[in-house]
């Protein structure tokens, strides 16, 4: 089993920068680690997604060039560093965690919620014009 927690959530004027944690817990290994929002009435949508051994990194179109995704596999920990954020990006973020080493994720995979076993409990990102 793997226990997830985010942390770092919280309120800033658009334009602002924000860096949220996730930290694993437990002994499984972890293929993928990825970041998810969902704002209120929508979808949950990935955002950003890391292969733990290569770094091999895939952002959704619409937080390309502003986030940046990166990991300490040491500390099993994983970080979105969030800046010149925009209103359009308030929503719950959750950290997630794909466990499979004996498959291959399509590309088109790596940003879908099924694809991930682990979740975290989410943390609120406001974002005020």
């Known amino acids: 089993q793997v226990q997830l927690v985010e942390s770092g959530g919280g309120s800033v004027q658009a334009g602002g920068s924000l860096r949220l944690s996730c930290a694993a817990s437990?002994?499984?290994?972890?293929?993928?680690m990825a970041w998810f929002r969902q704002a209120p009435g929508k979808e949950r949508d990935g955002v950003a997604v890391i292969h733990a051994a290569s770094g091999n990194i895939h952002y959704s179109d619409s937080v390309k060039g502003r986030f940046t995704i990166s990991r300490d596999n040491a500390k099993k920990t994983w970080y979105l560093e969030m800046n010149s954020l925009k209103p359009e990006d308030t929503a719950v973020y959750y950290c997630?965690?794909?466990?499979?080493?004996?498959?291959?994720?399509?590309?088109?995979?790596?940003?879908?919620?099924?694809?991930?076993?682990?979740w975290g409990q989410g943390t609120q990102v406001t974002v005020s014009s």
């Open positions: 997630a965690a794909d466990p499979q080493v004996a498959r291959v994720v399509p590309e088109a995979a790596l940003l879908t919620p099924a694809t991930y076993y682990f």
């Open positions: 437990g002994s499984t290994y972890i293929v993928h």
